[in-house]
């Protein structure tokens, strides 16, 4: 395939960061009343993202690669490199954007402080595209680090004392593993005299053999620093707090950017850092494996005592993230790609319950599961698309978590490691039992007072505001497509086992 | 001891006075004068410094210096007492009183001038 | 004339000859002498900036008189990149002071405590602005000196430009201190005279200053030098003075007073000294580490926010000297005795140390600026009186955000790449002392700098009365801010410069 002169822009991968910096900083001198500016702004940056991501997915599709670097001191650069590996992560980030902007759009319409949300919600994008660009580890960091201060604001966005608590909470985890991680990742490079990624890893298996103790410590110190936005336990108290937050927010948390950040560095540390070989060697896999199977088990159980609706959707979010870091740590390829699509699968599934809650808590005013009966008389679409996320979740075919687990399970047993089916089993046995009632309580029972009685106003031609509903819709067709039309090179998955057979991991 | 050993060892001796008496005495007036003495026990060493390597060769540098050390010391003394009268006039007293370290947050903050 | 020698004379004598023109009283000489001072000051650090890069150290004699008894201005890389922040940081600050002193119509009220600020401003800046580029371009300790007492002189009046009791004693307080330090000062030069009969800091260190007069004419500067920087546990001065001062005032004396001492310190100990002892360092580094706690735990409790900002200053200046004992090539404080001095320094604790030294000029002064705007919106000073000021300030929130940033080494900032080679240098060395030590420092940073934050996010409590604060006080604030954010993504021609003379530049 010719390739245009586009196509082999190097600076491409900066143009996609770009395109959500530039509006984001602009917004930030707008003023509160230039509504239309500034959802024009946003729009148009979040769609030449996408359109951005297009072009370097085809160019990567054909064989063409990107890198960018900017030094910053001798021998460390920032360098933004366009891989299958990037672009699995980017494309959903650039993706889930464009419909968390509509949807951030409806949702706040009212509220204050827009111009501070919107200019951190860019800004958050930035630093996500820019980390899941990151072409080294110093990179990776200053994003990384950089997601946290800016998700700060939104986290903290209702200034209730609940939210500011919040906030407090987060910062606590996030910054106190982000110092460990500077600290590991300052003593990776002075150990290992790098800080480049590279496929396989770049740590010489020798010297790990040589210097056992200390390579464990670096690894604990990334691992706490990644670990922490991946919500592996035991430092993921961080996530169910911070469910205080609006829900586009919470989508972002969860979906977009944050938890999403913290499974990608996973999967750096292990796959590109120190070479899953490596790892296993060293025994440091193995723990990640096991922490990971047990984040599962415990989140779900966790998730069956809520009957806060966000709240189970965040515990959940818990136990999904960590089949990412079981399935990289595993021994074997088709664990990988089960990983890395469930990267995707988690992503585009989770985003939808939270716009569906997100709807339901806007719409009606619903935010607890006991007041949710007959709901889905009310809102129809709205809980057709939760339905497709929840089983989704549990991992029923044709939704694309079915995939994840499939693969998840196959890589499992390739790789010698037959426990972790029964992990699978109990999560998807634990998922139905906190995702079923949910769909029962909403679909049988009868109108719950909480809210049918203050239903007098006529109902609006769409169940809702159709900016909320449409982007509800649209990721719960993704979720379906992704199971659908997995055979194809251009779904997640294919495009998951395409970084496999490239050898990009 | 040369003379000029004198010099230096009462220079030693005025600069350690003066100290002791800018640190213990309250006074602003003390205190400026304290300062003022410091630098002069300086000059008396700097006078006797070129004895320790050849005391037959005049060296022009200390005298230099001592000339520039005493206009720089005239012009802080004076801004000094500039500065102590200031304090009086503002705060009543020619001691340290207001502590600034007290009474916060402060009532009456800086108020930016218009 | 070649190009060092009239770059040199532009960065001394440019902000001199302005200092005079300010003088004449009236509004357009205060802005023609900001405008001569910060465009020579500009222009001279820039030029040294290509010459030093080029050529490595430059010298000027000036008359053409040399050592011993001419006057010789020297400069290399260290003394450019101070010299280039001190310009930076100067011009914004000499923007912001148009503004901030009104119209100045009042110039011919000399009784009224404004006119009298307004009119004397400038022209103690600038005298200030001399005598600190007088320091960086010394070559000789007499010079230092005389630079030092100048810039203690007008530093101190500046704090009493502002009219409270408070702030009349926190400058009287500030002279005293900067008046005992620069006598210690001078003592130890005399000392050093009598012992080495030279005064030329490239002399001196060519004679490897040891022995027992060495010594305590080091002990002697150090402890002068130490209290004006304002080293724990010298300190106490620091934070009256520079949160009592006016905004502009209280900006200059925090990013780029403090470091002419500090510039100085660096100077002796390791340009002249050859880092002296182990033992001296690591008292050095120590009392770092315990200005970085102190600092930051006080700057917690304070409740007014130029307090914070101001003991926020303290433990920052903490790190300057923790590069101290990283310097050293065995690594110190690992635990281990190192043998006799190698000559090969850290680069990566140089480069580190001064980049924190830079970044925190920039991002200081953003932060003094950005909480002047908000002080001078509402009038008041305590914390909870800037409630809600972020909503009809968001550029100088914004600044005072992204200097916070800086200051806690969070990217993109300087302070960030700053304290990973720190942490380099630390690991690499195994000192993991002052790891632990960088490391908890930036956490307590984010913790004051997140309570100004939410103060001034807190919707509730926001009061009526907004005075509009100009747009140009705005900007400059924000302008050096982004200055610290983007030397955080691009600090190799920084880094490089550094390395132009390096820690020792006459060895």
Known sequence: MELTPLLTWSALPLAVVLSSFVPGIAIMFLREEQTRLRNTLNMAGAVAKVALVGLMLQGVAAGASYEWALEVIPELSLTLRGDALALLFVTLSAVLWLVTTLYAIAYLEESENRTRFFAFFSLCVTATTGLAMAGDLFTFVFFYEALTWATYPLVVHKGTPEAIRAGRTYLFYTLGAGAILVVGAVWFQVEAGTVQFAAGGVVDGAAVAAEPVTWAFIFAFLLIGMGVKSALFPIHGWLPTAMVAPAPVSALLHAVAVVKAGAFGVTRLLHSLFGIEVAWEMGAAMVVAGLAAFTIVYASIRALAQDDLKKVLAFSTVSQLSYIALGVALLDPLAHAGGLVHLVHQGIMKITLFFCAGLVAQTLGVKKISQMGGVARRMPLTMAAFTIGALGMIGLPPVAGFLSKWYLGLGALGAGQSWVIAVLLASSLLNAAYFLPILKTAYFDEPDPSWAEGEKAPRPRWEADWRMVVPALTTAGFSLAAGLLAASSWSPLGWALFIIERGVL | MTPLDLYAWAGVAVFLLALHAVVTRAHLIWKVLGINLMGTGVFLILLAAPARRDPLVADPLPQGMVLTGIVVAVAATALALGMALRVMSRTGSPFLTVDPESADPDPDAPEPPS | MTGAELWTTAAVFGPLLAALVALGGRPWTLKAGLALGSGTALAGSLGLWVEV???????????????????????????????????????????????????????????????????????????????????????????????????????????????????????????????????????????????????????????????????????????????????????????????????????????????????????????????????????????????????????????????????????????????????????????????????????????????????????????????????????????????????????????????????????????????????????????????????????????????????????????????????????????????????????????????????????
Not at chain 3, 320 to 340: D, K, N, R, T, Y
Not at chain 3, 405 to 433: N, T
Not at chain 3, 441 to 464: E, P
């Open chain 3, 53 to 507: 890069t080029r050529q490595g150290p430059v010298r000027h004699l000036l008359g053409g008189w040399g050592a011993p008894l001419g006057i010789e201005l020297w400069a290399d890389g260290f003394s450019v990149a101070m010299l280039t922040v001190t310009a930076v940081v100067g011009a914004a600050v000499s923007l912001y002071s148009l503004s901030y002193f009104g119209d100045l119509s009042e110039l011919d009220a000399g009784a009224s405590p404004a006119g009298r600020a307004a009119r004397y401003f400038a022209p103690l800046w600038l005298l200030l602005w001399a005598a600190l580029n007088g320091i960086y371009l010394s070559a000789d300790l007499f010079n230092l000196y005389v630079s030092l007492e100048i810039l203690g002189l007008a530093a101190a009046a500046l704090v009493t430009l502002a009219v409270t009791p408070k702030a009349t004693v926190a400058g009287m307080r500030y002279l005293i201190v900067s008046l005992v330090g620069s006598m210690l000062f001078l003592l130890g030069v005399a000392l050093l005279y009598t012992e080495f009969g030279t005064l030329s800091l490239e002399e001196l260190a060519a004679a490897a200053p040891a022995g027992p007069m060495a010594a305590a004419s080091l002990a002697l500067m150090t402890v002068g030098m130490a209290a004006k920087t304002a080293l724990f546990p010298l300190h106490a001065w620091l934070p009256p003075a520079h949160a009592g001062a006016p905004a502009p005032a209280s900006a200059l004396l925090s990013a780029v007073v403090v470091k002419g001492s500090f510039f100085i310190l660096v100077r002796l100990w390791f340009a002249v000294y050859g880092g002296a002892s182990d033992g001296g360092l690591l008292l050095m580094g120590g009392l770092g580490a315990a200005a970085i706690l102190w600092g930051s735990v006080l700057a917690l409790r304070q409740r007014s926010l130029k307090r914070v900002i101001a003991y926020s200053t303290v433990a920052q200046l903490g790190y300057l000297f923790i590069m101290f004992p990283l310097l050293a090539p065995e690594g110190l404080g690992a635990g281990g005795a190192s043998g006799p001095a190698s000559p090969e320094w850290s680069d990566d604790a140089w480069t580190g140390g001064i980049l924190l030294a830079l970044s925190h000029a920039l991002a200081k002064a953003a932060m003094f600026m950005a909480a002047g705007n908000m002080t001078y919106a509402v009038a008041r000073d305590a914390l909870r009186d800037i409630s809600g000021v972020a909503h009809r300030l968001p550029m100088s929130f914004l600044a005072f955000g992204l200097g916070g940033l800086s200051l806690a080494g969070l990217p993109p900032s300087a302070g960030f790449v700053g304290k990973w080679l720190l942490l380099r240098e630390a690991i690499s060395a195994g000192g993991w002392f002052w790891v632990a030590i960088i490391t908890i420092g930036g956490l307590l940073t984010i913790a004051y700098v997140l309570m100004v934050l939410r103060h001034a996010l807190d919707l509730k409590a926001s009061s009526g009365d907004f005075r509009p604060v100009p747009k140009r006080m705005e900007w400059a604030a924000l302008l050096l801010a982004l200055a610290a954010a983007t030397l955080g993504v691009r600090a190799t021609e920084t880094f490089q410069i550094l390395l132009q003379g390096g820690v020792t530049p006459w060895s």
